[in-house]
């Protein structure tokens, strides 16, 4: 029987990176861009409740994987000059505690998946295997490393939309693979940036790989297929609902408006939030050198928190007011 003392499992929470959870936030992408957010059919439970549902069972499978990521990496953790401090690798977390834990939560996500289509226990599988190759290979492995990071966070997409069998637009998909890959480089560029900075050898293999150069070329092509791919979907897929009932209440305004702006397509409002993002985080990456983890950039900088909160209430705002 293991025993886990209050400390253990303080630093076993630790090791898990709940933070992390907020990638997972992915999983309603498609509820809430098909206007089915507050939707709840004659007979079941509400589609807010089933993407949630799987939410937990995603954010357990992301924990297990960053305890095995810690796992794997545990001697080469122990010679790095800033990741020997970690639970595992520097002994305060035993190894036993840390085996425990993956099985427990991955018995946990795979029970729990039961309740759902076959096809989101497929993607669960998927996504675990990739995880997996992932920190034994493909983190090594220039190119491969970054779209394995952009091929996560599809798994997410796709999971939460095949819960509650949604629809979604291939100009989004390209939106979530050209953002995660935009995120993927810039959390490189740092890496490379912050071991330059201190004169020390490269940690993964794949960043000797990476020239400045290259990470540049990288950043601004990803950087412009993420706000150019979002405006086609926005273009292509804004709902009219809304224009349709200002203009019921304001019959004259159709006259008045040149026929350019009578076009519905508000979701476009929201588009100078995204390109502001993207401009505040390359700023975070180039000036600050605080790309190396995009969730903790989010959730620590105030203007980039404010933009994010901004374009998702002008969302919901064009989708459902």
Not at 59 to 72: K, P, R
Not at 233 to 250: I, K, R, T, V, Y
Not at 273 to 279: D, Q, R
Request: charged share 15%; glycine share 4%; aromatic share 16%.
């Amino acid at each position: 029987m293991i025993s886990i003392t209050d400390s253990q499992l303080f630093l076993l929470i630790k090791t898990a990176r709940p933070k992390q959870w907020l990638k997972n936030l992915a999983l309603y992408a498609s509820l809430v861009f098909s206007g089915f957010f507050f939707y709840k059919p004659g007979i079941g439970p509400s589609y807010f409740y089933l993407v949630t549902y799987a939410f937990i069972i995603f954010c357990l499978l992301t924990s297990s994987t960053y305890i095995l990521n810690d796992l794997i990496d545990v001697e080469a953790d122990r010679k790095h000059p800033f990741k020997k401090n970690r639970p595992l690798a520097s002994g305060k977390l035993p190894i036993p505690i840390a085996i425990f834990a993956i099985a427990f939560c991955l018995a946990l996500v795979f029970w729990l998946s039961l309740a759902l289509p076959f096809i989101f226990k497929i993607l669960i599988f998927a996504y675990l295997v990739l995880q997996i190759f992932y920190s034994l290979y493909f983190k090594q492995i220039a190119i491969l490393d970054i779209i394995s990071i952009a091929a996560g966070f599809l798994i997410r997409v796709y999971a939460g939309a095949v819960v509650v069998n949604l629809h979604m637009s291939v100009w989004f998909l390209l939106t979530v693979i050209s953002m995660s890959l935009f995120m993927a480089v810039g959390k490189r560029q740092s890496e490379r940036t912050l071991m330059t900075e201190h004169k020390l050898s490269f940690a993964r293999k794949s960043l000797d790989t990476y020239s400045v150069r290259l990470l540049d070329q990288y950043t601004s092509i990803f950087a412009t297929s993420t706000w150019i791919t979002y405006a086609l979907f926005a273009f292509q897929n804004s709902p009219g609902d809304g224009l349709n009932l200002l203009f019921e209440h304001f019959p004259n305004l159709v006259v008045n408006l040149p026929r350019t702006l009578q076009s519905q397509k508000l979701l476009m409002l929201t588009l100078p939030f995204v390109i502001f993002g993207i401009m505040r985080y390359l700023q975070l990456v180039y000036e600050e050198n605080r790309g190396e983890a995009p969730v903790d950039v989010l959730l620590k900088d105030k203007t980039l928190l404010i933009t994010v909160f901004l374009w998702f209430i002008g969302v919901m705002f064009v989708i459902y007011a």
